[in-house]
Nanobody, 124 residues
Framework: QVQLVESGGGLVQAGGSLRVACAAS????????MGWFRQAPGKEREFLAAITRSGDSTDYAGSVKGRFTISRDNAKNTMYLQMNKLKPEDTAVYYC?????????????????WGQGTQVTVSS
């Protein structure tokens, strides 16, 4: 089992920026496709972005394309999500996840390991 821990969440004004991170506490993340999801109260968990093992390819949901950037540092066993031009509707708990697949994936059932989430709140 891969243990993942998110960090960097907090309160930010609309139009501002925030970077959240996801670190593996014990095992390396290099064998895994990594992804970010978010979930607001009363809503389904939403796919945001994914990145290949080497970091040479990425995929984004249309709602965040052009505003969010996913990256990874395998030497540090850490993945990041840089969030710019934040909007109040971005308010949610943000989760990182790891997938044993070799392809970029966007569905919850395709990710085997999950962090506990970090709260991001965007004020208007």
């Amino acid at each position: 089992q891969v243990q993942l821990v998110e960090s960097g969440g907090g309160l930010v004004q609309a139009g501002g920026s925030l970077r959240v991170a996801c670190a593996a506490s014990e095992r390396t993340i290099s064998p895994y496709v990594m992804g970010w999801f978010r979930q607001a109260p009363g809503k389904e968990r939403e796919f945001l972005a994914a990145i290949t093992r080497s970091g040479d390819s990425t995929d984004y949901a249309g709602s965040v394309k052009g505003r969010f950037t996913i990256s990874r540092d395998n030497a540090k066993n850490t993945m990041y999500l840089q969030m710019n031009k934040l909007k109040p509707e971005d308010t949610a708990v943000y989760y990182c996840a790891a997938s044993p697949t070799s392809l970029l994936v966007k569905y919850r059932h395709q990710y085997a390991y999950w962090g506990q989430g970090t709260q991001v709140t965007v004020s208007s």
